[in-house]
Nanobody, 117 residues
């Protein structure tokens, strides 16, 4: 059973920075894809950034130039700089793992990011 543990959210003033992390553990697997999503009140969950197994990353337009995604083994990070109030949301990490030749998807518990103006 794979577990994802997120950390790093909080309250920050506009222009500030936060770093989110999400660690996967608990089974034998390889990472196919991992990403960060966010969901603001009243809005749909949206992909913020993703990184493939070979290290190619894609960043959503609203956060390009401000957010960076990286992965070290089974931990994925989201570095968020120059935060804006519109970045306020619950952030979820997502892992697509290969376990015993099967692809499975897992979600973190979510961490609140609040940016004050």
């Amino acid at each position: 059973q794979v577990q994802l543990v997120e950390s790093g959210g909080g309250l920050v003033q506009a222009g500030g920075s936060l770093r989110l992390s999400c660690a996967a553990s608990g089974s034998t697997f390889s990472v196919d894809f991992t990403g960060w999503y966010r969901q603001a009140p009243g809005k749909q969950r949206e992909l913020v950034a993703g990184i493939s197994a070979n290290g190619i990353s894609n960043i959503a337009l609203p956060v390009q130039g401000r957010f960076t995604i990286s992965r070290v083994k089974t931990t994925v990070y989201l570095q968020m700089n120059s935060l804006k109030p519109e970045d306020t949301a619950v952030y979820y990490c997502n892992f697509i793992l290969i376990e015993h030749y099967r692809r499975n998807e897992y979600w973190g518990q979510g961490t609140q990011v609040t940016v004050s103006s």
